[in-house]
Structure formats: C-alpha cells, structure tokens
C-alpha cells in the first residue's frame, strides 16, 4: 500500500515538474503581425476574414444533431425486438416515434424550421 501511494505521489510530483518546465520554456513573448492575421501568406487582406455567423444555419444544424442521435438510438431496437414480446416493442416503439413527431412539430411551429429571416 505504501509503495503504491509513493508511486503514484512520484509520477504526480514529476508529471506537475514537467508541465511546469513546459510552460515556462515555450511562453511566447511577442505576437507577431502576420502570424494573427487570416492569411499566412505574407499579404494584407483586403477585407475581413471574419464574417457573421448564421443563427438560424446553427439551430438548423443543432436540431440536425438531435434528430441524427435519435436515428442512432433507433438502431439498438431491432435487436430489442428479437428479445421482447411484439406488444411491448410496439409499444416502446410508439412512444419514441410519437416523442419524436412531436418533437418536430414544435420546432416547425416555433418557426425553427423555416428558411427565411
């Protein structure tokens, strides 16, 4: 027990040694013009590199997501249909399909489906 704690103390006290060392040798003292801005090849942009971000686009792509996990959730239920009866896999199946409709209709009734400012 004791030598497992001192190992384990050791490999802290070193691991926390180098990180240390790190941060101090590679600090940057200087932030150079060229290397911050968009374009590395030496030339002034000649306008910005930044545009706006899409609310909308990003909401699109969340709701996305969501749905896609869903899909991934879906897929373990062909299995679970071989394992329980057919009324209870009707039945879990109803639920997820009627959680997930309902889903869908709240987003388009909020508006969050529709491509327009």
Known sequence: MLVTTLAGLMIMVLSMAMITINTIIS?????????????ECGFDPKSNARLPFSMHFF??????????VE????????????ITNLASF????????????????????QGALTWTK
């Open 27 to 39: 600090k940057k003292t200087f932030s150079d013009r060229e290397k911050s801005s968009p374009f």
């Open 90 to 109: 009707t039945l879990m199946f109803s639920y997820f399909i009627i959680i997930l409709v309902l889903g869908v209709y709240h987003e388009w009734n």
């Open 59 to 68: 909401l699109i792509a969340v709701i996305f997501l969501i749905f896609d």
């Open 71 to 82: 899909i991934t959730l879906l897929m373990p239920m062909i299995y679970t249909m071989k």
